[in-house]
């Protein structure tokens, strides 16, 4: 069997779901979500949080957090997207 053959068997049985880190052994999830946090809902580009929480791929590290059960939102602005946490009103009263 050709190596070609086997790497495209090894794809083919994978779920196709990213392998989130658990935050609480997560020290690069952890600093996310305190930007996150201490932005109190305001929205911040990807340059905010890579430079405040000294991470790359903010994409990944946002996905992550949703895996671990936060609310967080983003919004494509005029060329950078934008990310905040969403804030439940309800649960804050």
């Known amino acids: 069997m050709s190596t ?3 790497l495209f068997d090894a794809r083919s049985s994978r779920t196709g ?3 989130a880190a658990r935050l609480e052994h997560s020290p690069r999830l952890q600093r996310v979500l305190a930007v996150l946090q ?6 911040l580009s990807t340059r905010d949080i890579i430079e405040r929480a000294q991470v790359c791929a903010v994409n990944s590290c946002i996905d992550e957090l949703r895996e671990n059960g936060h609310d967080v939102r983003c ?3 005029r ?3 934008l990310y905040w946490l ?7 009263a």
């Open 86 to 92: 969403h804030v439940n009103e309800e649960a804050t």
């Open 38 to 43: 201490e932005a109190r809902g305001t929205k």
């Open 4 to 6: 070609q053959g086997s």
């Open 79 to 81: 060329s950078v997207w």
């Open 17 to 19: 779901r990213m392998h």
């Open 75 to 77: 919004q494509r602005g």
